[in-house]
């Protein structure tokens, strides 16, 4: 009997970003679909000529760490020695006002053993992406290629195609935006009615050298402290604890954004000015503080930075025919709930949903993808913002009541995160094709049956 010919698998594809979700998909993807498709080609297109050196120090959960080392990328941290980020085994809350323990966020489990061995680490945002593009140059059928942006897509006769800003253009099977809040790949293609949005928020940050703060630390790896005017969080950076990173998350007015972003070209006049006013900016909301050590780094002078908080409200469309959306290009969540996590998770649950779905049309790939993970990420989502609200400015005897229910949901909700830090990506249970003949990888096969 004459069998209808099943759909090619994709073999060329392009991801755009070469960020927290970008190059964990590629990785992902080489992991799931190489043993099927040995030819696979695959691009990642990266708007910035190197590497962004700006962001900060980020804190991976426990999910976020058992997801790299699943790709490779936290043996490759480790390698790099102290820059490789700080074990952090719970995330301590305080009364900036009072210097009281509001309660902690833990990443150990009740035998003080981690989640499958994952704690916490925060870890300079550059040093994760060179851990992530080290792993990704050694795969044979990856490629990065930088200060390539994107400026929109569309589908011509069955091919993805993107074009570039400087006038050129790229095809692929499949085209995966992986480029972030704001997202061309979303606002230009799949979703243009959905730009960022600004939360309110912004954090304003700074890197210091721990023996500079001579006070007794409040915390052992990370503390965020409340007050009025927001939240300052304190955390060491790096293994051998020498760096401390503070990040002052606050209210602050959208016109005045525009006036307080350090770009490429400003004069050193301009750009001393802007990280004066940035660093009275805080010293104005935190040099009140019961706790010595928070007194102390806002005095700090040091490189402070401002970065605005937008987000990419849920409801959106992920999808059409041959280029999705993953991580924050779909989804930018208020950075609370380890909204990388949900980068990896995207990447991992993706590459395995396509391998699986390997000779399925993109829109069932698609689909299964969108039902498998849309739940999740708006429940997060929730819980972000709610945690994002905190940030706002209150008066005192709100602030007195914000931080009595801080405590007790901490404590209501411990089972919860408990829970989310157990998560895993490549044991979540994808289901059968429709027809019946289960492509399942081997890969994934090996893993979800323990062999
Ligand atoms: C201030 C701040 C602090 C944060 N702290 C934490 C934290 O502690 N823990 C945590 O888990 N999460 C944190 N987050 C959130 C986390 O950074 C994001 O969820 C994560 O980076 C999302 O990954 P992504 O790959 O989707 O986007 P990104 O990491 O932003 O990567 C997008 C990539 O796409 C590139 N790009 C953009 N546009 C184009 C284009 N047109 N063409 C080509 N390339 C393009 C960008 O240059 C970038 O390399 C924080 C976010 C912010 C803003």
Redesign the pocket.
């Known amino acids: 009997m004459l069998q209808p010919d099943p759909t090619q698998p994709p073999r060329d594809i392009i991801i755009?970003?070469?960020?927290?979700?970008?190059v964990p998909c590629a990785l992902s993807l080489c992991r799931e679909l190489t043993p099927y498709v040995p030819d696979l080609k695959i691009r990642i297109?990266?708007?910035?000529e190197v590497?962004?050196t700006s962001?900060?120090?980020?804190?991976?959960?426990p999910v976020?760490q058992r997801h790299l080392a699943y790709l490779g990328v936290l043996d490759e941290l480790n390698r790099m020695g102290t820059e490789g980020g700080a074990d952090v085994d719970e995330i301590e809350l305080f009364s900036s006002r009072s210097g009281r323990s509001l309660g902690h966020l833990d990443f150990n489990d009740q035998e003080g053993n981690g989640y499958g061995g994952y704690r916490g680490r925060r870890v300079m945002?550059i040093v994760l992406l060179m851990a992530m593009v080290n792993v990704a140059e050694r795969a044979r059928n990856i490629e990065v290629a930088y200060g390539?942006?994107?400026?929109s897509g569309e589908e011509v006769n069955d091919k993805a195609v993107i074009r570039f800003e400087d006038g050129s253009m790229d095809t692929a099977d499949l085209v995966i935006g992986?480029?972030?809040?704001?997202?061309?790949?979303r606002t230009h293609w799949v979703d243009p009615d959905r730009p960022s949005e600004y939360t309110g928020i912004s954090?304003i940050?700074a890197v210091v050298d721990a023996e500079n703060i001579t006070s007794h630390k409040n915390f052992r790896a990370t503390s965020v402290n409340f007050s009025q005017h927001g939240a300052l969080l304190m955390s060491y950076c790096d293994r051998d604890r020498q760096e401390i990173f503070a990040?002052a998350m606050m209210e602050f007015n959208k016109d005045a954004l525009q006036h307080f972003q350090i770009t490429r070209g400003q004069s050193w006049a301009t750009k001393t000015h802007i990280q004066t006013v940035l660093h009275e900016t805080v010293m104005k909301r935190f040099k009140n503080s019961a706790i010595p050590c928070v007194r102390e780094m806002v005095h700090k002078d040091a490189d402070w930075m401002l970065?605005p908080?937008y987000q990419v409200p849920p409801g959106g469309q992920w999808h059409m025919s041959r280029v999705v959306l993953?991580?924050?290009?779909a989804h930018?969540m208020p950075?609370w709930y380890?909204?990388?996590?949900?980068?990896l998770d995207d990447a991992i649950c993706f590459s395995r949903v396509l391998a699986r779905y390997r000779l399925e049309p993109l829109d069932v790939v698609f689909d299964i993808y969108d039902r498998l993970r849309r739940e999740t990420v708006n429940r997060a989502f929730k819980e972000s913002s709610r945690m994002c609200s905190l940030m706002k400015e209150t008066g005192l005897l709100e602030e007195w009541s914000r931080e009595r229910k801080t405590s007790s949901r901490l404590r209501k909700h411990r089972n919860d995160y408990q829970n989310a830090w157990k998560f895993d990506a490549t044991k979540v249970a994808i289901p059968k094709p429709a027809q019946g003949q289960d492509l399942m990888t081997l890969h994934s096969f090996l893993e979800d049956y323990a062999i």
């Open positions: 755009v970003g070469a960020g927290l979700a970008g297109i990266e708007r910035n590497l962004s962001g900060g120090a980020i804190n991976l959960s976020a945002r390539k942006k994107v400026i992986c480029d972030g809040v704001h997202s061309a790949t954090f940050q990040s970065y908080i993953l991580g924050d290009a930018a950075p380890s909204s990388s996590s949900f980068a």
